[in-house]
Structures are given as structure tokens and as C-alpha cells.
């Protein structure tokens, strides 16, 4: 993602730990599930955006609409989207594990390197990529994806309503126990799709469900990506 970066944007690269990242260990089929229901696929994404002179950067587990191209990017292959003010969308897939495709890219570096030796691989020379300051993740605004495993007893879901209009979080959509989900029955999952808010906010609400009694698994919270 950071070489990426810095051949969209020109800025040299971030350190790896500057870079935001989540990995899918979190993920049930419940998830996959509920996500199905929604017309969404669940993909690792990694994106670098520009805001307002700022880039954000970050890997992790997305919400996308699976009739999307890069929703239906699947097996070995990889998909790069790059999305620009005067040239809309350009989508580009291609191969992106395997003996063969690993050995191609290996084998065109070592040509470029040998038959153009002063000219960058980045385009421009090292000494001219400018340093960019880097947005925070907390301060993007998006629409998320709250997977809650609570108790089947009355009040439970107004306590946690309220606590996410505390939060400034509102609902768009909420869906509970869909068809194949297994759990105990005096257990219930219980899904929200909240309209775009702040991720600060999501956490500090994340929080504070954790700490009632009636949450019988850690909450699950997926970013939803608009592709």
C-alpha cells in the first residue's frame, strides 16, 4: 500500500506502522451471513485516499457491494481501483499470487532495472517525492457494519439504541437472526447499519455496549466501502 501511495500520490513512503491495519480473524459466518442479506461481500481492502491535502491510509476487512467489480474479484486474482476527480473510475484485475505471476513481476523488475537503469521505478527521482501528513482514521466518516451477540430479554435493543444516539450514531438498517445463524437459544444476534458517522465515534460507543451485562461476545464492527 505505501508503494502504491507513493506512485498515486508521489510522497514518499510511510513507515508500516503509520499505516492503519485489521486483519479478518474477527469474521463469522454470521457475518458473511448478514452481509449476503445486505448485497454486500466482505473483501480485505487496502485504500489510500486524499483529503484535503492529507492521506489516509489503511488495510482492513470491508463491507462492498458484490455485484461491484471489485466485489467479484475472487480466487488468485487481485483488483486495483483508482478513482480520480476528471477521469471517474478506472478498474484494473489481474493475477496476483502464484508461481508464474510472482516470477513475471520478478523477472520485468530485473529487465527495467538492467535496461533502464536512470530512470525510477516510481517515475520520478527519489529526491523529489514530497511528504504528505497523514489523516488520522479516527476522523474519516463512514457508514458501518455492528454485529452484536446479546440476550433475547426486553430492553436490551432501546439500552443500546440510546447509547448509540448518545454517540451520535444514527440507524439505517437493522436486521436480526438471519436464516443460518446458529446460537444459544436465549441468545440473539442483532445487526446495525448506521448512516456515515466517525469512527471515534463508533469506538467510543463500542465501548460502552461492551460493558453491559446482556453482550454475550465481543462486538463486531466492519467498515462499509462505497466502490
Known amino acids: 500500500?505505501?508503494?502504491l501511495a507513493s506512485l498515486a500520490f508521489s510522497t514518499r513512503f510511510v513507515?508500516?506502522?503509520n499505516i492503519y491495519r485489521e486483519g479478518i480473524s474477527y469474521i463469522d459466518t454470521v457475518d458473511v451471513n448478514f452481509a449476503k442479506k445486505l448485497n454486500y461481500v466482505i473483501k480485505l481492502l487496502s485504500v489510500v485516499e486524499l483529503h484535503n491535502g492529507k492521506l489516509i491510509q489503511y488495510v482492513k476487512p470491508m463491507m462492498i457491494d458484490k455485484n461491484s467489480q471489485m466485489g467479484q474479484v475472487s480466487g488468485v486474482l487481485n483488483g486495483i481501483q483508482i478513482t480520480s476527480e476528471n477521469s471517474g473510475k478506472i478498474f484494473m484485475e489481474g493475477?496476483?499470487?502464484?508461481?508464474v505471476a510472482t516470477a513475471n513481476s520478478i523477472i520485468s523488475d530485473i529487465g527495467e532495472i538492467c535496461n533502464n537503469p536512470n530512470i525510477s521505478s516510481l517515475g520520478i527521482k527519489f529526491d523529489s517525492l514530497k511528504s504528505m501528513e497523514n489523516l488520522p482514521i479516527e476522523d474519516q466518516k463512514n457508514s458501518f457494519y455492528i454485529r452484536l451477540i446479546v440476550d433475547d430479554i426486553p430492553g436490551v435493543l432501546a439500552e443500546i439504541t440510546s447509547l448509540l444516539k448518545d454517540n451520535d450514531i444514527s440507524i439505517e438498517t437493522m436486521?436480526?437472526?438471519p436464516e443460518g445463524s446458529q446460537f444459544h437459544s436465549h441468545h440473539l444476534p442483532l445487526m446495525f447499519i448506521t448512516h456515515k458517522t466517525f469512527l471515534?465515534?463508533?469506538d467510543n460507543c463500542i465501548n460502552m455496549i461492551s460493558n453491559m451485562k446482556s453482550i454475550k461476545d465481543k462486538p463486531v464492527v466492519i467498515q462499509i466501502y462505497k466502490v
Open 175 to 177: 436486521i436480526q437472526n
Open 1 to 3: 500500500l505505501s508503494i
Open 95 to 99: 493475477n496476483g499470487a502464484g508461481g
Open 200 to 202: 471515534k465515534n463508533i
Open 15 to 17: 513507515e508500516f506502522n
